[in-house]
């Protein structure tokens, strides 16, 4: 027993040594900079194991004792905090928005003025990496048919695989009380003809008269929309949205895009940026939207935006410009804005709502797991 004591008594000796040498150069530079007086207290820096013998020999007995754990503790330690787990089961989101300008695909949807929106989704979290939705968002909007709003319905489901992502699943877009229909020869336009003003006969397909929309333009699209995470900073996705019945003029249509996202870290920083092309067909011939024997095409464009946001909390900032390779007229058979229709004159077949154009956005987004709580009773 007098042994071990022993060989454990210069175990420790010999451990504190190096740690007193290693502490020796800090502590004479805190003592120098407290203005120590070395002569007064008869310190001899050239002895100083001799005066600290016991100050590392307690210094190394902890080493000692604590440096073991320690060290098993740092080995196994995780590089990173693991991300926590999603909420299994039933969750919900919901959030609200200003912008300065409502567009959509390269077309303002708000006539070029402030909009608001504002969304719902309910979420079923089947697995971590599969998750199901439903989503209401209400958009106010400024369409040629002055619909009391624009009410989007949405069901899908999230795939998550390690870094890649999707998103399938389908919208209906529905346009209520709708309220107003131009009808034009080219010459003069009517809004809202009764019988005596605009004879059954002189509507198209039998007269000249032709409706520039439909009465209700909601119609429903399929989408899907992959990603994925190149690093833990910047995501690449693309966007895929099919429909058989385009704002109900009755042909198909197809918009497909890429897009990117950079984040800078954890400062609330993020630029993002998409590119994407909107495929459209024809209008039948023989219809109240075309009287001609031929079908009429309703031109394709390409169209884009790139932006800044930062996001604070639940609150998100997003500056964007963006636009649409469509001219005034082509921009007015794509929207039908009915500026191009001024009634009792002749239309311009004209159209602002596809300019490139600045755009600012705030918006605020809660997940109800993460960022609401209830008072316990």
């Given at each position: 027993?007098?042994?071990?004591?022993?060989?454990?008594?210069?175990?420790?000796?010999?451990?504190?040594?190096?740690?007193?040498?290693?502490?020796?150069?800090?502590?004479?530079?805190?003592?120098?900079?407290?203005?120590?007086?070395?002569?007064?207290?008869?310190?001899?820096?050239?002895?100083?194991?001799?005066?600290?013998?016991?100050?590392?020999?307690?210094?190394?007995?902890?080493?000692?004792?604590?440096?073991?754990?320690?060290?098993?503790?740092?080995?196994?330690?995780?590089?990173?905090?693991?991300?926590?787990?999603?909420?299994?089961?039933?969750?919900?989101?919901?959030?609200?928005?200003?912008?300065?300008?409502?567009?959509?695909?390269?077309?303002?949807?708000?006539?070029?003025?402030?909009?608001?929106?504002?969304?719902?989704?309910?979420?079923?979290?089947?697995?971590?990496?599969?998750?199901?939705?439903?989503?209401?968002?209400?958009?106010?909007?400024?369409?040629?048919?002055?619909?009391?709003?624009?009410?989007?319905?949405?069901?899908?489901?999230?795939?998550?695989?390690?870094?890649?992502?999707?998103?399938?699943g389908g919208i209906y877009y529905l346009y209520p009380d709708n309220k107003n229909q131009y009808w034009t020869n080219g010459a003069t336009t009517f809004l809202n003809p009764d019988f005596i003003t605009l004879p059954g006969g002189a509507r198209c397909p039998i007269g000249p008269f032709c409706a520039t929309t439909p009465k209700d333009?909601?119609?429903?699209?399929?989408?899907?929309?992959?990603?994925?995470?190149?690093?833990?900073?910047?995501?690449?996705?693309?966007?895929?949205?099919?429909?058989?019945?385009?704002?109900?003029?009755?042909?198909?249509?197809?918009?497909?895009?890429?897009?990117?996202?950079?984040?800078?870290?954890?400062?609330?920083?993020?630029?993002?940026?998409?590119?994407?092309?909107?495929?459209?067909?024809?209008?039948?011939?023989?219809?109240?939207?075309?009287?001609?024997?031929?079908?009429?095409?309703?031109p394709s464009y390409t169209t884009w935006n790139i932006g800044a946001s930062y996001a604070w909390n639940q609150v998100t900032l997003d500056l964007r410009y963006s636009g649409a390779t469509l001219s005034k007229n082509?921009?007015?058979?794509?929207?039908?804005?009915?500026?191009?229709?001024?009634?009792?004159?002749?239309?311009?077949?004209?159209?602002?709502?596809?300019?490139?154009?600045?755009?600012?956005?705030?918006?605020?987004?809660?997940?109800?797991?993460?960022?609401?709580?209830?008072?316990?009773?």
């Amino acid at each position: 027993m007098a042994i071990g004591q022993q060989l454990q008594s210069n175990n420790v000796k010999r451990a504190a040594l190096p740690i007193f040498w290693a502490a020796c150069p800090t502590l004479l530079l805190a003592m120098s900079w407290l203005n120590y007086d070395f002569r007064k207290h008869q310190i001899s820096l050239t002895e100083p194991f001799m005066k600290f013998k016991s100050l590392a020999l307690a210094l190394a007995a902890a080493t000692a004792l604590s440096g073991a754990a320690r060290a098993a503790d740092l080995a196994a330690a995780p590089a990173a905090a693991p991300a926590p787990a999603p909420v299994l089961g039933f969750d919900y989101a919901f959030g609200m928005a200003l912008m300065s300008d409502y567009v959509f695909r390269g077309v303002s949807q708000s006539d070029r003025k402030p909009s608001a929106t504002a969304y719902g989704e309910l979420r079923y979290n089947a697995t971590p990496d599969v998750q199901f939705y439903a989503k209401t968002q209400v958009w106010k909007v400024n369409q040629p048919q002055a619909p009391a709003a624009e009410v989007d319905l949405l069901g899908g489901v999230r795939l998550t695989f390690g870094d890649f992502s999707a998103d399938i699943g389908g919208i209906y877009y529905l346009y209520p009380d709708n309220k107003n229909q131009y009808w034009t020869n080219g010459a003069t336009t009517f809004l809202n003809p009764d019988f005596i003003t605009l004879p059954g006969g002189a509507r198209c397909p039998i007269g000249p008269f032709c409706a520039t929309t439909p009465k209700d333009s909601s119609y429903f699209e399929a989408y899907v929309m992959p990603s994925y995470n190149i690093t833990s900073a910047l995501n690449v996705g693309a966007n895929f949205y099919y429909s058989n019945n385009w704002l109900n003029f009755g042909f198909d249509s197809l918009y497909s895009s890429a897009k990117a996202k950079y984040t800078f870290g954890e400062t609330g920083f993020s630029v993002s940026g998409e590119l994407g092309y909107m495929k459209l067909g024809s209008l039948k011939a023989g219809t109240e939207l075309n009287a001609g024997p031929f079908p009429f095409k309703i031109p394709s464009y390409t169209t884009w935006n790139i932006g800044a946001s930062y996001a604070w909390n639940q609150v998100t900032l997003d500056l964007r410009y963006s636009g649409a390779t469509l001219s005034k007229n082509a921009c007015y058979l794509v929207s039908a804005d009915p500026s191009g229709n001024r009634p009792f004159q002749a239309p311009s077949a004209q159209s602002n709502w596809c300019g490139n154009r600045f755009m600012a956005t705030l918006s605020v987004d809660f997940v109800g797991s993460k960022d609401v709580t209830f008072p316990k009773w």
